[in-house]
């Protein structure tokens, strides 16, 4: 099965008493590139989810998110200032002393000056069994985006397969319509050949090369056994599954080259708007195979 590389998923768990919301979104792209975006606690973790994303998915743009709720106070300490509370109470005594104030100096006259308390963060970060459950979370989201992932790529697969059969079905009427103006093509051939012979006068051997060039351009079977082998080997891809998205690009690029081909060989016009439905369809397939991973 072939897998897209849109898709979405989400994970949340209670650890350690905080809440872990995951959440997880790709995009096509050509190679596989990973952002993600982590509550400062959690940053060296990043290398480690990657590695989980990397082990599960092989192209597309992947963005994973991991929101944090922690529980009023956790995470949080208070520190006292000592070398500044000390000298603030000296200060305030000799203050008192100086200019005859009564009254000794209380818990609240320091509570209230600006540095003698700070709340700082806890940097002592998760314990190995909390940084384990919050991986897990991570994977729970990977996993779920990896499984729309794969539902989408099943969506894929017949419209593709639709596609090539199209393109084959072109393939066989351009066949169809050279082969059914082969009389006319030689016809018109025979007259080129007299003419050169008739008003240039051309040797035999220059003859012979401007023969071999012009009956080469009047045939188009080596396009249509490549355009059915693209499509073969399209087909192959599809049905093995897999990272197969750039070799589907490739032959969706040598698809599009051989139809140019038989364009430009072209001097029929019914031939001329049979290969303008066939790169239609040749585009049709390009375009869904850029979301194939």
């Known amino acids: 099965m072939i897998h897209s590389m849109t898709g979405f998923g989400s994970a949340t768990a209670e650890v350690g008493g905080g809440r872990f919301t995951v959440t997880t979104r790709s995009v096509n792209h050509r190679y596989l590139e ?37 529980e009023a106070g956790r995470g949080m300490r208070v520190i006292a200032a000592h070398p500044l509370i000390a000298d603030l109470v000296s200060q305030l005594r000799r203050i008192g002393v100086a200019h005859a ?16 308390l700070q709340v700082v963060e806890d940097d002592s970060g998760l314990d190995d069994t909390a940084v384990t459950e919050v991986l897990g979370v991570v994977t729970s989201a990977v996993n779920a985006l990896a499984q729309m992932r794969r539902e989408e790529g099943h969506r894929l697969e017949p419209a593709l397969l639709e596609i090539l059969a199209a393109i084959a079905d072109g393939a066989r009427t351009i066949e169809s319509l050279w082969a059914s103006e082969a009389e006319a093509r030689h016809a018109g051939l025979r007259e080129r050949v007299d003419a050169l012979v008739g008003e240039l006068g051309f040797e035999d051997g220059r003859l012979y090369q401007e023969v071999v060039r012009l009956a080469d351009r009047g045939d188009v079977a080596e396009e249509i056994q490549r355009l059915r082998s693209h499509v073969a080997q399209a087909r192959e891809r599809i049905v093995e599954g897999g990272s197969c998205g750039k070799p589907l690009d ?23 708007q049979s290969v303008v439905g066939l790169k239609s369809e040749i585009e049709r397939f390009r375009e869904q195979v850029q979301n194939v991973e």
Do not use: M, W, Y
């Open 34 to 70: 990973v952002s993600v975006a982590l509550p400062r606690d959690l940053a060296p973790l990043e290398i480690r989810i990657k590695q989980i994303i990397q082990a599960e998915l092989k192209r597309g743009r992947v963005e994973v998110q991991v929101r944090s709720q922690i």
């Open 250 to 272: 490739f032959l969706a690029q040598e698809l599009n080259r051989e139809a140019n081909t038989i364009g430009s060989k072209s001097q029929s016009a019914a031939v001329t």
């Open 101 to 116: 104030l009564h009254g000794d100096v209380v818990l609240s006259d320091i509570v209230r000056f600006p540095g003698a």
